[in-house]
């Protein structure tokens, strides 16, 4: 709809996880602060809800999935903003701005904003404030939240409000901030950001916050404390593992800070206002098998409904004395509507591990009630806009069932959520240095002690003992609980009824903040329910002898289609597959088809070169599907395997690593690459091995084709866009 109203701006996002959605949702709630209101809509409503080309003022905050693609939410508005029927006048009216998510360890790093903000200027829109491109490989916040300070001050600017209303911010003082963190443009014009000053003394009569409300941020002083500390606070739960922020041989660590943080003045994000009202009836019995999955709402990337199907198999592919235990597992799909081809994956829907449920639920003083029926309502008066129960959370339920299999508890606590905790710690130190952990000050602190350990909220709580935040705070403040995808290994041609799946069993140790050693959350419950019918044994018969002996073992999937990484189906185009560890699972399927295929040629058609990079750590303890690889190698179906072992004694200058074989292969490689028809599938590892490979992809065409180091480069980046170069990969 058309923007009338002076202080009305435009919001859109575009979220294929739900993290664009809720800093869009972020944004809108702030914006009421600074006297602004923010007309907030998902990208998949256009021409529904708005119409761009009648805009003046829009913010985009989008995010990028896949391989550089737009999510699902955004597709169809990016397929219109694209059709070359538009005139270059199409956008004149708009003025806008756009914060792009993206991941670094991923190709093309936050491809769908960089496209939209490209398209958007070459339409005849203007940008009044540069646009930010937030990492989730270090941090989404590292960009946000500077970006987020100034965007208010460049939209008042830009709708000409020279100042906020007095009654839609209380107690604010006006102070200049510096925020050049992270990778964000500098700014078109100067900003001002708008701070509370609350003036705090560290010393071990600390102060809280408690009764301290304002929707503003806050500025942490450490001088002139005027506040005092409630006499009649319970001081028995002292931490002593709470470090001195003082001590000069302290060294940072979760607990503990050192200076300049630990003296440092600090910038709090606002106080969330509370909204979600739990109430228990224990009149009423629910049943929670009528309860839909995560309440009905429909699940990102589904390509089926949700299926419950029968485990067929477990089979352990990797020695007892490996470092990581890979199982195989295989799907009963027969009858179940289930359909799928290589190069897609089966998404797992599993729950939270019941002892951490119950452990949480204890902390938080509601386990005696765990199993009660809890109805979820809107606090009438909340200031929170646009406060609903999140639709992956049913309003009736209960809470071991909303613990359990609706949020994700092991995702480690977003700032909004630390920033409650400060609020409902009664410890002086503990109250502190979740401060500093929640602060524009102590973002390398909460990155590095909290997001990079991967800490949960129970590991949190238990560092923090004199925190004890209400229920309602942890069902506003986590995420869904997301299905795990998993890349099939197997092909329908070969097998219709049967779609089989690899992974590693995720174990993480005890330490670094983590109070406790556990094993992934979809891995280790594979695992755990499986435990019956594993074997060593490939061999089906044995399998399925196996699980006639014990009753079936269901699980809820739905399958993931992966529209780029399909086999190639010009049998003459040679290939390359590069796949280390369990990224070799989808290479398994490719060759089932393609060895199918291949079958029916005739004896005059050209088969293309068929190679396969594989690594792993040891011959004889981790060599995933060895049989397998050995007999396509021996029907030509492959007609080179390179296997490396990165930990075996080898002789010297053997290759260690897939990109160290790629390399020592390179004369051959040169000359399939140079043909035009040459394909390359890379699936694994993103952080490391897939930028490895990469870079040793470009050593190649450099030393081979005498190109330049960058003409390198875009000539690997052309055969991505070309469709030459594929990628699955994962961090």
């Known amino acids: 709809m058309p923007i009338n109203t002076k202080n009305q701006f435009l919001l859109l996002y575009g979220s294929q996880t739900g993290q664009a959605k809720a800093i869009a949702e972020e944004i809108a709630d702030k914006a009421g602060n600074h006297g602004l209101h923010a007309d907030i809509h998902c990208l998949s409503q256009t021409e529904k809800t708005f119409n761009l080309e009648k805009e003046n003022c829009a913010v985009f905050v989008v995010s990028t999935t896949g391989e550089g693609d737009a999510p699902d939410t955004a597709s169809k508005f990016l397929r219109r903003l694209r059709k070359k029927t538009l005139p270059n006048d199409y956008l004149c009216k708009l003025s806008y701005t756009l914060l792009g998510l993206g991941d670094t360890n991923?190709?093309?790093?936050?491809?769908?904003?960089?496209?939209?903000?490209?398209?958007?200027?070459?339409?005849?829109?203007?940008?009044?404030?540069?646009?930010?491109?937030?990492?989730?490989?270090?941090?989404?916040?590292?960009?946000?939240?500077?970006?987020?300070?100034?965007?208010?001050?460049?939209?008042?600017?830009?709708?000409?409000?020279?100042?906020?209303?007095?009654?839609?911010?209380?107690?604010?003082?006006?102070?200049?901030?510096?925020?050049?963190?992270?990778?964000?443009?500098?700014?078109?014009?100067?900003?001002?950001?708008?701070?509370?000053?609350?003036?705090?003394?560290?010393?071990?009569?600390?102060?809280?916050?408690?009764?301290?409300?304002?929707?503003?941020?806050?500025?942490?002083?450490?001088?002139d404390s005027d506040l005092t500390q409630d006499s009649s606070r319970n001081n028995s739960s002292i931490n002593s593992d709470i470090g001195s922020e003082n001590d000069p041989n302290t060294i940072p660590c979760l607990t503990s800070s050192v200076p300049p943080l630990s003296y440092s003045d600090l910038t709090l994000p606002a106080m969330p206002p509370s909204y979600i009202h739990a109430t228990f009836d224990e009149n009423h019995t629910i049943n929670l098998t009528d309860l839909?999955?995560?309440?009905?709402?429909?699940?990102?990337?589904?390509n089926s409904d949700v299926r419950v199907v029968a485990i067929s198999s477990a089979t352990i592919l990797t020695s007892n004395d490996a470092v990581k235990k890979t199982l195989k597992i295989g799907l009963d799909i027969k009858n179940s509507g289930i359909t799928y081809e290589p190069g897609d994956s089966v998404s797992i829907i599993c729950p939270n591990n019941e002892h951490e449920v119950k452990d949480l639920l204890q902390r938080l003083n509601v386990l005696e009630k765990a199993d009660t029926t809890v109805n979820l309502s809107i606090i009438p008066d909340t200031k929170k806009r646009?406060?609903?129960?999140?639709?992956?959370?049913?309003?009736?339920?209960?809470?071991?069932?909303?613990?359990?299999?609706?949020?994700?508890?092991?995702?480690?606590?977003?700032?909004?959520?630390?920033?409650?905790?400060?609020?409902?710690?009664?410890?002086?130190?503990?109250?502190?240095?979740?401060?500093?952990?929640?602060?524009?000050?102590?973002?390398?602190?909460?990155?590095?002690?909290i997001r990079e350990q991967s800490l949960s909220i129970m590991d949190i709580l238990r560092t923090f003992p004199s925190c004890h935040p209400p229920l309602h705070s942890i069902l506003e403040h986590t995420s869904r609980l997301k299905p795990r995808p998993y890349s099939a290994c197997s092909a329908p041609s070969s097998c219709p009824d049967r779609l089989e799946f690899v992974f590693n069993v995720l174990e993480i140790p005890e330490g670094n903040g983590r109070h406790t050693a556990r094993q992934g959350v979809c891995t280790g419950w594979l695992d755990n329910i499986t435990k019956s019918?594993?074997?060593?044994?490939?061999?089906?018969?044995?399998?399925?002898?196996?699980?006639?002996?014990?009753?079936?073992?269901?699980?809820?999937?739905?399958?993931?289609?992966?529209?780029?990484?399909?086999?190639?189906?010009?049998?003459?185009?040679?290939?390359?597959?590069?796949?280390?560890?369990?990224?070799?699972?989808?290479?398994?399927?490719?060759?089932?088809?393609?060895?199918?295929?291949?079958?029916?040629?005739?004896?005059?058609?050209?088969?293309?070169?068929?190679?396969l990079f594989y690594g792993c750590r040891n011959k004889d303890k981790d060599y995933l599907f060895k049989q397998k690889l050995e007999d396509f190698q021996s029907s030509r179906t492959l007609n080179k395997l390179c296997v490396c072992f990165s930990r075996d004694e080898q002789p010297e200058n053997s290759p260690r690593y897939v990109q160290d074989f790629l390399l020592q292969e390179t004369d051959a490689i040169s000359k399939l690459i140079k043909t035009e028809k040459l394909l390359i599938y890379v699936c694994g590892d993103a952080k490391n091995m897939a930028k490895d490979v990469n870079e040793a992809f470009v050593k190649i065409?450099?030393?081979?084709?005498?190109?330049?180091?960058?003409?390198?480069?875009?000539?690997?980046?052309?055969?991505?866009?070309?469709?030459?170069y594929f990628e699955d990969v994962w961090t």
């Not at 839909?292 to 429909?298: A, I, L, M």
């Not at 209960?398 to 508890?409: A, E, G, K, P």
């Not at 594993?534 to 699980?555: C, H, K, R």
């Not at 065409?701 to 030459?724: D, P, Q, T």
């Open 106 to 223: 991923y190709t093309n790093f936050c491809n769908c904003g960089k496209t939209l903000n490209k398209r958007i200027l070459e339409l005849g829109g203007k940008l009044f404030y540069n646009p930010g491109w937030a990492d989730d490989g270090v941090g989404l916040e590292i960009v946000v939240e500077p970006w987020l300070d100034n965007l208010f001050e460049s939209l008042k600017k830009q709708l000409h409000i020279s100042s906020v209303p007095t009654d839609t911010i209380m107690d604010i003082t006006a102070s200049n901030t510096n925020s050049n963190q992270g990778e964000i443009l500098d700014p078109l014009e100067k900003n001002t950001d708008l701070n509370t000053v609350v003036n705090l003394q560290m010393t071990d009569n600390d102060s809280h916050l408690d009764n301290i409300a304002s929707n503003a941020d806050k500025t942490i002083t450490e001088q």
């Open 386 to 449: 646009r406060a609903v129960v999140p639709p992956h959370i049913p309003e009736q339920a209960t809470l071991r069932h909303i613990f359990l299999t609706c949020i994700d508890i092991r995702e480690p606590p977003k700032k909004a959520l630390l920033r409650v905790f400060v609020e409902h710690a009664s410890h002086p130190r503990e109250k502190r240095r979740l401060q500093e952990l929640c602060s524009k000050q102590g973002s390398n602190d909460y990155s590095q002690f």
């Open 292 to 302: 839909p999955r995560q309440n009905g709402y429909p699940f990102p990337s589904a």
């Open 533 to 611: 019918i594993q074997t060593n044994n490939e061999d089906l018969n044995s399998q399925i002898s196996s699980l006639s002996l014990n009753e079936d073992i269901q699980i809820p999937i739905f399958t993931r289609t992966n529209q780029h990484f399909r086999p190639p189906t010009d049998l003459s185009c040679p290939v390359i597959f590069i796949g280390p560890g369990t990224g070799v699972a989808p290479f398994i399927g490719f060759l089932l088809e393609r060895q199918k295929h291949k079958q029916s040629l005739a004896e005059d058609t050209t088969y293309g070169e068929t190679w």
């Open 701 to 724: 065409i450099k030393s081979k084709m005498g190109l330049s180091e960058e003409e390198a480069k875009n000539y690997l980046m052309k055969m991505r866009l070309h469709r030459r």
